[in-house]
């Protein structure tokens, strides 16, 4: 287990970089006005028309999960937060998904691209929408669960079945499960809390308590690792 820990630390930076981007105006319909038009918007959506004329960039901005329905097709290269890089092609009427993304943008193709991004707005990136990353309350938590060889599916179904009652606690701001592709019985929660007495009342509820109870019964181990954002005004 102890091998986890230095590449969930990273997983933790890259998963959680649009959660504190959010919160340093990198909306790109604020930073590009000129490329971003919006024209519809509710509690569950929200729609733009995007622009990129050729040869043009964007700096690093932020995209909730969204579908993009593309207009006039286009050959963008995009550089993420971790510093890879990745070209999109596309054509006319092509529709893309994207999960949740931070990427500067430069069209690097012969045409103008044109189309319409369809944000989605889910209960978590509202919550994350909503919190100061620099409050110094917010705590970060990485949770190892390991299980028995041959019976993963059994400790997935329970660890699944924790999700809605705790993203409904009014503590919790998110709570993701991730499964390893090379040992499926080893499980990775990233949490995050408003804070440390959150977490606290979290081990405090009632499916909690049962669910470790099960885990010490059937012999699953559990780690909770927290962490604290460091201050980027240190001197």
Same mark, same amino acid.
């Given at each position: 287990?102890?091998?986890?820990?230095?590449?969930?630390?990273?997983?933790? @930076?890259?998963?959680?970089?649009?959660?504190?981007?959010?919160?340093?105006?990198?909306?790109?319909?604020? $930073?590009?006005?000129?490329?971003?038009?919006?024209?519809?918007?509710?509690?569950?959506?929200?729609?733009?028309?995007?622009?990129?004329?050729?040869?043009?960039?964007?700096?690093? #901005?932020?995209?909730?999960?969204?579908?993009? #329905?593309?207009?006039?097709?286009? =050959?963008?290269?995009?550089?993420?937060?971790?510093? &890879? !890089?990745?070209?999109?092609? !596309?054509?006319?009427?092509?529709?893309?998904?994207?999960?949740? @993304?931070? #990427?500067? +943008? *430069?069209?690097?193709?012969?045409?103008?691209? #044109?189309?319409?991004?369809?944000?989605? =707005?889910?209960?978590?990136? =509202?919550?994350?929408?909503?919190? %100061?990353? /620099?409050?110094?309350?917010?705590?970060?938590? @990485?949770?190892?669960? !390991?299980?028995?060889?041959? &019976? *993963? *599916?059994? $400790?997935?179904?329970?660890?699944?079945?924790? +999700?809605?009652?705790?993203? /409904?606690?009014?503590?919790?701001?998110?709570?993701?499960?991730?499964?390893?592709? %090379? =040992?499926?019985?080893?499980?990775?929660?990233?949490?995050?809390?408003?804070?440390?007495? /959150?977490?606290?009342?979290?081990?405090? !509820?009632?499916?909690? &308590?049962? +669910?470790?109870?099960?885990?010490?019964?059937?012999?699953? &181990?559990?780690?909770?690792?927290?962490?604290?954002?460091?201050?980027?005004?240190?001197?």
């Amino acid at each position: 287990m102890q091998n986890l820990i230095p590449a969930a630390i990273s997983f933790l @930076v890259l998963l959680l970089a649009p959660f504190f981007a959010y919160g340093q105006d990198k909306d790109p319909l604020q $930073l590009y006005p000129d490329n971003y038009k919006m024209i519809f918007e509710n509690d569950r959506v929200r729609v733009l028309d995007f622009k990129l004329k050729k040869g043009a960039k964007e700096n690093a #901005h932020m995209h909730p999960a969204h579908v993009a #329905h593309v207009i006039t097709g286009f =050959k963008i290269r995009f550089t993420f937060a971790d510093g &890879k !890089t990745a070209i999109r092609e !596309t054509k006319n009427g092509d529709v893309l998904f994207s999960e949740a @993304v931070i #990427h500067a +943008s *430069e069209n690097i193709g012969d045409t103008d691209a #044109h189309g319409i991004l369809v944000e989605m =707005k889910t209960t978590d990136a =509202k919550k994350l929408a909503a919190i %100061n990353p /620099a409050d110094p309350n917010l705590l970060s938590t @990485v949770t190892f669960i !390991t299980g028995k060889e041959g &019976k *993963e *599916e059994e $400790l997935k179904r329970e660890l699944l079945a924790l +999700s809605a009652p705790t993203r /409904a606690e009014p503590g919790n701001i998110q709570y993701d499960l991730y499964q390893s592709p %090379n =040992k499926k019985n080893e499980f990775m929660r990233l949490e995050v809390w408003k804070s440390a007495q /959150a977490l606290e009342d979290h081990k405090a !509820t009632p499916h909690i &308590k049962a +669910s470790f109870e099960k885990r010490e019964k059937q012999g699953w &181990k559990t780690q909770i690792i927290p962490w604290k954002r460091v201050a980027e005004d240190v001197k």
